[in-house]
């Protein structure tokens, strides 16, 4: 197992490519402390199924978005776990409409939980993994972040901006023995694409653009973090490692 006697901390463990993490995380050995906000039912599951692989799980339920929210779920895994190995910035939203009709509202919620929760979370574990000289985080942005997207001028800029983060943050703790990734995905079929009336064209779309012509799945971007969480991924930091079937190439 790559994560054995490992800590990890996962923001939006509830559903889609955090829950994925989540259970991939505690199938290569680690801990799992988990935050969900509005699907109760379903975190409590996965913290059931973490459970039934032998190691400790914590769903915390919380706002990312809000700075204190970020420190009380560090403190309750740092408490039910005694230390952090690993930090997975997952949780994020979207909230789409073209640049001349985005009202401040969708502008400043998107920044606050898609970029701002990434630093409250980190300005919480990062003391953590600089004193204890290790540790890894990992940041989920988006190709969109990369090369922009047609109605989402304030996702694909919380996106870029999470890039940035990721390359400043790996300068200021590689000295410590902390390794700081960002993996980029395209399309993945989580529930929000399962549920969407736009369903077809949404992947329709994808498809076009993708070299490999298959829909990304949740495992696909897991197995990828418990590498990038795991110590085989010791010598690689400040990357932003795209894994979307050549979408975007
Ligand atoms: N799916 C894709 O195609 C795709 C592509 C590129 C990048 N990404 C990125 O991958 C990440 C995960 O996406 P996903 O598709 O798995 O999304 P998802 O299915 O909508 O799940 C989002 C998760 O984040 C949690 N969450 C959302 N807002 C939160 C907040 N303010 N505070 C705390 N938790 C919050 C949700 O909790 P509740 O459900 O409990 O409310 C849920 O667990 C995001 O950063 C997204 O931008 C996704």
Same mark, same amino acid.
């Given at each position: 197992?790559?994560?054995?006697?490992?800590?990890?901390?996962?923001?939006?463990?509830?559903?889609?490519?955090?829950?994925?993490?989540?259970?991939?995380?505690?199938?290569?050995?680690?801990?799992?402390?988990?935050?969900?906000?509005?699907?109760?039912?379903?975190?409590?599951?996965?913290? #059931?199924?973490?459970?039934?692989?032998?190691?400790?799980?914590?769903?915390?339920?919380?706002?990312?978005?809000?700075?204190?929210?970020?420190?009380?779920?560090?403190?309750?895994?740092?408490?039910?776990?005694?230390?952090?190995?690993?930090?997975?910035?997952?949780?994020?939203?979207?909230?789409?409409?073209?640049?001349?009709?985005?009202?401040?509202? #969708?502008?400043?919620?998107?920044?606050?939980?898609?970029?701002?929760?990434?630093?409250?979370?980190?300005?919480?574990?990062?003391?953590?993994?600089?004193?204890?000289?290790?540790?890894?985080?990992?940041?989920?942005?988006?190709?969109?972040?990369?090369?922009?997207?047609?109605?989402?001028?304030?996702?694909?800029?919380?996106?870029?901006?999470?890039?940035?983060?990721?390359?400043?943050?790996?300068?200021?703790?590689?000295?410590?023995?902390?390794?700081?990734?960002?993996?980029?995905?395209?399309?993945?079929?989580?529930?929000?694409?399962?549920?969407?009336?736009?369903?077809?064209?949404?992947?329709?779309?994808?498809?076009?653009?993708?070299?490999?012509?298959?829909?990304?799945?949740?495992?696909?971007?897991?197995?990828?973090?418990?590498?990038?969480?795991?110590?085989?991924?010791?010598?690689?930091?400040?990357?932003?490692?795209?894994?979307?079937?050549?979408?975007?190439?």
């Amino acid at each position: 197992m790559l994560l054995e006697n490992k800590n990890a901390l996962v923001t939006g463990g509830s559903q889609g490519i955090g829950a994925a993490i989540s259970l991939e995380l505690a199938r290569e050995g680690a801990n799992i402390c988990f935050t969900y906000r509005k699907h109760e039912a379903e975190a409590r599951d996965y913290e #059931q199924q973490i459970r039934a692989m032998g190691r400790k799980a914590l769903a915390v339920p919380c706002d990312i978005a809000v700075f204190k929210d970020a420190e009380r779920v560090v403190q309750a895994a740092l408490k039910e776990f005694g230390s952090l190995h690993v930090l997975v910035n997952n949780a994020g939203m979207n909230w789409d409409g073209v640049s001349w009709k985005m009202t401040e509202e #969708q502008w400043d919620r998107v920044l606050e939980v898609n970029l701002k929760g990434y630093f409250n979370f980190t300005r919480h574990v990062a003391p953590v993994l600089k004193d204890q000289k290790y540790g890894k985080i990992i940041n989920i942005t988006s190709i969109n972040g990369m090369r922009g997207k047609f109605g989402q001028t304030n996702y694909s800029a919380s996106k870029a901006g999470i890039i940035g983060f990721t390359k400043a943050l790996a300068k200021e703790l590689g000295a410590f023995g902390v390794n700081v990734n960002a993996v980029a995905p395209g399309l993945i079929e989580t529930a929000m694409l399962k549920e969407s009336d736009a369903r077809e064209k949404i992947i329709d779309l994808a498809m076009g653009e993708s070299a490999l012509k298959r829909v990304g799945q949740p495992e696909d971007l897991a197995y990828l973090v418990a590498f990038l969480a795991s110590d085989r991924a010791r010598h690689i930091t400040g990357e932003v490692i795209k894994m979307d079937g050549g979408q975007y190439i």
